[in-house]
């Protein structure tokens, strides 16, 4: 990493990027001049207090949508849509595979996106959430007409279609924080409040759809004979049970719509922050999109956030996408608790937001992360052992319930207030913003983990011969062992793995501190030199 003693050029050097210059800045450089001077004093709070309510709002429903999709996917293609676990698993694969494709599509096509009169970020915005909003309600709807076939297509398309268009809004919201302020101060805020209003999207997902869905009571059992009996009169089943998931997904979707409709109408961009980051790459030799990735995943500590963050997330994510399962067929003993399970689970997190906040203001980020990922372990070797109602179990459960809170907590806050660090020191070191694509790659690599996790969890099923909407008594033995094994010991490894390599994240507090500094001293260079062009030409 180059100081800023070694950043200084000779009068001859600086003539001959006046010079390049000449061709390559266009006419405001007079405005670019004042934002570096802006950017390199402010520290207040730029944003009104409506304008930073609004902007992270909208990680609520982008989180309710997100979490309702993890929680009870799987359960819903399994037992009330009826497919068989192959063909869920080909559902949750490809679907999380094109959802990681567009990721990198996506970041590249927002960074290359030019200044519009409405924003920068905001027209992809704007253009994603109808189209989202439609995907998320008819991918919880099952034609009843359709055979098994039709609606392996059907929901293929619409679980595709879904994670295209919400990467469409979720990428152009979070690379937004940038040029939302020049306080680095303020864009910090705005993320602990964005990840902190995704984390109460949570809850209200779970809280909207948890208790219609928890007691769904439709499974099926079997005779003597071994053959399967309905539990109820197929006949006798309503309009609300057979369609209660489209109805909470058209809930869902006006919570969505209410969420992130203020986002686009009272929350600007600054021009000048868009002008300055576009300025600030042209003034360099420019450099190819493979070059530019190359020096991401070759730059340590994005390299070893990125890896801890994929591995921490994956791991509460397998954590969310199994619980169910693992009460319905695992723990069948609390079997009727595992909506209070959730609301415990995500309550606390939403409650120990301001505790961490303190803590990441008090102490080193690296060591936060490591701290509350270790405090996962215990519910996860619990897992394995937990199987009766005894009285002494269930609170040990739950006080394992509570810790592992502080967990998703943690992943919630602490990787994304690291990134902008790491963009810090990326700037430092090549003199480049890369905002989005950092943002993209920094969730790339968990969906594709994910995607693969998905496929291996339905074919472990398959391999057991889960048998779809089948009561867990009627179930093969070989069932709750396995969704043990596939809830406990990939989460656990993965937290491991994760706490050791943030071990190594090179940019303490004080790091971090001397890079705002010298940041402040590259821009103040960069306004001298744009001074001399001035007087100049």
Request: glycine residues 4%; hydrophobic residues 45%; proline residues 4%.
């Amino acid at each position: 990493m180059r100081k800023i003693s070694d950043s200084k050029i000779s009068d001859l050097q600086v003539n001959y990027k006046i010079k390049e210059v000449e061709f390559i800045i266009p006419s405001e450089n007079e405005m670019h001049l004042d934002t570096v001077k802006n950017e390199t004093d402010s520290d207040q709070n730029e944003l009104k207090l409506y304008q930073r309510f609004f902007f992270g709002l909208a990680g609520l429903p982008f989180q309710a949508y997100f979490c309702a999709i993890g929680v009870f996917t799987t359960v819903y293609l399994l037992n009330k849509a009826g497919l068989p676990p192959e063909k869920t698993t080909y559902i949750l694969f490809t679907s999380r595979i094109i959802d990681a494709i567009t990721d990198p599509i996506y970041g590249y096509l927002v960074e290359k996106t030019k200044l519009t009169r409405f924003g920068k970020m905001k027209p992809w915005i704007a253009a994603s959430i109808p189209l989202s909003a439609l995907s998320y309600v008819m991918m919880w709807y099952a034609p009843p007409s359709f055979s098994e076939t039709q609606l392996f297509i059907w929901f293929i398309f619409w679980h595709s279609a879904q994670f295209t268009f919400i990467t469409g809004f979720r990428i152009p919201h979070t690379a937004m924080t940038m040029y939302l302020s020049h306080s680095l101060k303020e864009r910090e805020n705005l993320t602990i409040f964005r990840m902190a209003s995704e984390m109460v999207g949570l809850l209200v997902a779970l809280g909207i759809q948890g208790p219609l869905v928890a007691n769904d009571s439709s499974c099926l059992k079997k005779n003597s004979s071994g053959e399967i009996n309905s539990t109820s009169d197929s006949k006798t089943e309503n309009n609300w049970d057979q369609f209660k998931y489209t109805y909470i997904a058209i809930i869902m979707t006006v919570i969505f719509l209410l969420g992130t409709i203020p986002l686009i109408i009272f929350v600007k961009e600054k021009p000048e922050l868009i002008n300055a980051s576009v300025k600030s790459q042209n003034i360099e030799e420019k450099v190819p999109f493979w070059v530019t990735l190359k020096r991401m995943f070759t730059f340590k500590p994005f390299l070893i956030l990125i890896i801890s963050t994929i591995l921490s997330t994956s791991a509460i994510q397998i954590l969310q996408a199994n619980f169910q399962l693992y009460f319905d067929y695992s723990y069948v003993a609390i079997s009727d608790k595992f909506t209070i399970t959730i609301f415990v689970l995500l309550g606390c997190a939403i409650l120990f937001v301001p505790i961490w906040k303190l803590l990441l203001m008090k102490f080193d980020k690296s060591k936060i992360f490591i701290f509350g990922n270790l405090l996962m372990l215990p519910l996860l070797v619990g897992i394995f052992f937990f199987s009766t109602n005894k009285t002494i179990e269930i609170v040990l459960f739950f006080t394992f319930v509570v810790i592992a809170s502080n967990s998703f907590t943690c992943s919630f806050l602490v990787p994304w207030s690291m990134l902008p660090e790491v963009l810090d020191a990326f700037f430092i070191e090549y003199r480049s913003k890369q905002d989005a694509l950092f943002y993209t790659f920094l969730a790339l690599g968990t969906k594709i983990l994910i995607a693969f996790y998905y496929g291996i969890s339905q074919v472990v099923l398959g391999l057991v011969k889960y048998e779809s909407n089948v009561c867990a008594e009627f179930q093969n033995e070989n069932v709750a062992p396995s969704i043990k094994y596939l809830l406990a010991p990939t989460p656990l490894v993965f937290v491991l793995l994760s706490s050791i390599c943030i071990f190594f994240f090179p940019i303490n507090s004080s790091v971090a501190k001397k890079n705002s500094e010298i940041i402040k001293q590259i821009k103040q260079e960069e306004a001298e030199k744009n001074e001399i062009y001035e007087h100049r030409f």
